[in-house]
Nanobody, 125 residues
Framework: QVQLVESGGGSVQAGGSLRLSCAVS????????LAWFRQTPGKEREGVAN???????LYAESVEGRFTISRDNAKNTLDLQIHSLQTEDTATYYC???????????????????WGQGTQVTVSS
C-alpha cells in the first residue's frame, strides 16, 4: 500500500513556472514507479511523466522539454517542475504509484494502483 499527498498547485500566469510536490509513504514508496498525471473536466486523465527508483524518466511528448519529474527516495518525495506554463496546462494534477518497480511508456492510468487526491493548477493568459 502506498499513500500519496500532492501540494504546490495554484494560479499562475502563462510563461511562469510552478513546482508540484507529492509526499509518498508506504512500504514500497522508495521503489515503486511514480508518475504525474493531469486531468481536465470531460477529458481522460493524461500521464505526463514517470520516474523509476533509479531516477530514469519518461515524458509524454506534449510536455517534454517543459516538465521535469524527479524523486528523492531518502525523503520519499516526488516533484514536478513545470516551466513556460501555458493555458493548456490548466488541470488537476495527480501523483500516482505503481505496484511494480518498472516504469514504461505510454504512461497509462490503468497501470497505476495508488493515487493522490489531486492539486489544481490554473494558468491565466
Amino acid at each position: 500500500q502506498v499513500q500519496l499527498v500532492e501540494s504546490g498547485g495554484g494560479s499562475v500566469q502563462a510563461g511562469g513556472s510552478l513546482r508540484l510536490s507529492c509526499a509518498v509513504s508506504g512500504a514500497t514508496a522508495s521503489t515503486s514507479c511514480l508518475a504525474w498525471f493531469r486531468q481536465t473536466p470531460g477529458k481522460e486523465r493524461e500521464g505526463v511523466a514517470n520516474v523509476d527508483r533509479y531516477g530514469a524518466t519518461l515524458y509524454a511528448e506534449s510536455v517534454e522539454g517543459r516538465f521535469t519529474i524527479s524523486r528523492d527516495n531518502a525523503k520519499n518525495t516526488l516533484d514536478l517542475q513545470i516551466h513556460s506554463l501555458q493555458t493548456e496546462d490548466t488541470a488537476t494534477y495527480y501523483c500516482a504509484a505503481r505496484e511494480l518497480v518498472t516504469c514504461f511508456s505510454p504512461i497509462l492510468r490503468s497501470s497505476y494502483a495508488y493515487w493522490g487526491q489531486g492539486t489544481q493548477v490554473t494558468v491565466s493568459s
